[in-house]
């Protein structure tokens, strides 16, 4: 996401699922190619408190629809308050905890989170 020529914000979506997320147990059944995922949002930390992140999120939500998806996921680290405030606020629901080794780093705990569109 760019603002005036600025980068404020990243994150990757496809359809690819972790896999530590075969360890959750989804509320929602959906076909993998139903399903659309959020990875690593971040936002500029000089660009905090602008609506950034709402906005990401909001750009995933529609994207997710356009390709006929109906479940959204994604996760984040059980310490990452701010975050977890901030999906719950926009609908999302934490699903559990995934204790995993993340991208080489030992004693993660990712906390699932989910939305239905249907």
């Known amino acids: 996401m760019e603002d005036e020529g600025k980068i404020v914000a990243v994150a990757i979506i496809n359809q690819i699922q972790a896999d ?28 905090k408190s602008k609506g950034y992140g709402k906005a990401f999120v909001a750009f995933y939500e529609n994207y ?39 991208n080489g780093i030992p004693d993660v705990q990712l906390v699932c989170l989910e939305k239905y569109l249907v």
């Not at 530590?20 to 949002?41: C, F, P, Q, R």
């Not at 901030?86 to 204790?99: F, P, S």
């Open 20 to 47: 530590e997320y075969k360890y959750a147990t989804w509320k929602h059944s959906a076909k993998d190619n139903e399903i659309m995922v959020l990875h690593g949002l971040a936002v500029d930390p000089y660009q």
């Open 64 to 102: 997710a629809k356009r390709h006929n998806c109906i479940a959204l996921r994604m996760d984040t680290n059980v310490r990452n308050a701010k975050a977890r405030n901030l999906y719950r606020k926009l609908g999302y629901e934490e699903i559990g905890v995934v204790k995993c080794v993340f």
